[in-house]
């Protein structure tokens, strides 16, 4: 298992932004897909945003056009780009990532998809 480092996280006002990083300790790592997720207070975990690497991006309806995800290969990094963020975008956000090896085809935004994850940070939007 690879160990996933998420950092940029932290609290800003409606209408601000953030980016997120997501670093795998290892550059031998083989990455194939990876995710971001979050986990609201008082609700369940759910998909945001997914990427192959290189390749297809995938967002969940309620981050679409706001959020951007995108990976830097030579730094083993995956960023989430977070624009005009509102109060219900506060949660706990966690990268996940899965290499070609232990790929099972999941749903982009399915748990079971991701063998390794990230402890996860905080991101607060409130005025």
């Known amino acids: 298992r690879v160990q996933l480092v998420e950092s940029g996280g932290g609290s800003v006002q409606p209408g601000g932004s953030l980016t997120l990083s997501c670093r795998a300790s290892e550059s031998t790592f083989s990455t194939y897909c990876m995710g971001w997720f979050r986990q609201a207070p008082g609700k369940e975990r759910e998909g945001i945003a997914a990427?192959?690497?290189?390749?297809?991006?995938y967002y969940a309806d309620s981050v679409k056009g706001r959020f951007t995800i995108s990976h830097d290969n030579t730094k083993k990094t995956l960023y989430l780009q977070m624009n005009n963020l509102k109060p219900e975008d506060t949660g706990v956000y966690t990268c996940a990532a899965v290499s070609e090896d232990d790929y099972e085809d999941y749903d982009v935004f399915s748990e079971l998809r991701y063998e390794n994850w990230g402890q996860g940070i905080q991101v607060t939007v409130s005025s």
């Open positions: 990427m192959y690497i290189p390749g297809t991006t």
